[in-house]
């Protein structure tokens, strides 16, 4: 059975720092990885992936700010954040694709990280 087990979200003041981490079990071996997140009245958009082994990829509005990185074998993986705005304040869901297709099948259950003004 595969489980994305996401952790690290939280309540932190504007400027500060989380981390974010996803370890996946039950998947025997990962092409891409990422995280999306999702804040009230708004669309899912991505924040950061890391697609078939190439270079890092960054949503706009956090680019500078989050670094995303991997364990051995791709897992875990991991969303260091920096800087941290009010507006990213969302739920934020890994996400693992074992396939070609992005965003992939595996979904964590998500983490809440909230940011004070």
């Known amino acids: 059975q595969v489980r994305l087990a996401e952790s690290g979200g939280g309540l932190v003041q504007a400027g500060g720092s989380l981390r974010l981490s996803c370890a996946a079990s039950?998947?025997?071996?990962?092409?891409?990885m990422g995280w999306y997140r999702q804040a009230p009245g708004k669309q899912r958009e991505l924040v950061a992936a890391i697609l078939r082994g190439g270079a890092p990829q960054y949503g706009n509005s956090v680019k500078g700010r989050f670094t995303i990185s991997t364990g051995n074998e791709k897992n875990p993986v991991y969303l260091q954040m920096n800087s941290l705005k009010p507006e990213d304040t969302a739920v934020y869901y890994c996400n693992v694709a074992v396939g070609l297709a992005w965003p992939g099948t595996y979904w964590g259950q998500g983490t809440q990280v909230t940011v004070s003004s």
């Open positions: 039950g998947i025997f071996s990962i092409n891409s």
